[in-house]
């Protein structure tokens, strides 16, 4: 690992350690909160299997950033919306065939959620294009809105690295 990586991984860790104790208050212990967190993920997974951008969106708070890699950073729910736009408008006739995505550790402190994910999907694309086959991590960000779901305020992503197969 070289020593900028190292560096930025020591700021994220003690910038979670921070926002931990931030939070205050125990973890939350009601049986939905957990519940709560795998129906989102269950919802994030089916979105996506379905290529749904409108689905997806849904799951996003208005101010929403998602953190992708040689991305500038993307604010809010409407620019979150035009950039799955210009993806899907890049691969007309594209399917995802496979989307699995398996999560770790979710800490849940009153409204607030994280957990981090590893993801696999295999695209099938169009005009004899070779399929896209990407592995990736994800951190997530989750807050529970005042009608009590969850959705993503910070969605970080990266390439490669994920053990499913």
Not at 62 to 70: N, T, V
Not at 146 to 154: E, I, P, T, V
Request: hydrophobic share 40%; glycine share 8%; net charge neutral.
């Amino acid at each position: 690992m070289n020593a900028r990586l190292s560096s930025r991984l020591s700021i994220l860790v003690a910038c979670a350690a921070v926002a931990r104790s931030a939070l205050g208050g125990p973890a939350d212990t009601r049986p939905d909160a957990g519940a709560g967190i795998e129906n989102f993920n269950r919802a994030l997974i089916e979105a996506t299997t379905r290529m749904d951008n409108a689905a997806v969106l849904a799951l996003w708070e208005e101010d929403g950033i998602a953190l992708l890699p040689q991305t500038t950073p993307i604010s809010g729910k409407k620019a979150i919306g035009k950039f799955l736009d210009q993806i899907s408008a890049q691969l007309p006739g594209a399917r995802m065939q496979k989307f699995e995505m398996k999560c770790f550790d979710v800490e849940i402190a009153q409204d607030w959620a994280t957990e981090w994910c590893e993801e696999h999907q295999y695209v099938i694309l169009s005009q004899g294009k070779p399929p896209f086959d990407g592995r990736g991590k994800m951190l997530l960000v989750l807050h529970r809105s005042a009608d009590g779901q969850w959705r993503m305020r910070r969605e970080m992503w990266n390439e490669g690295g994920s053990s499913l197969p």
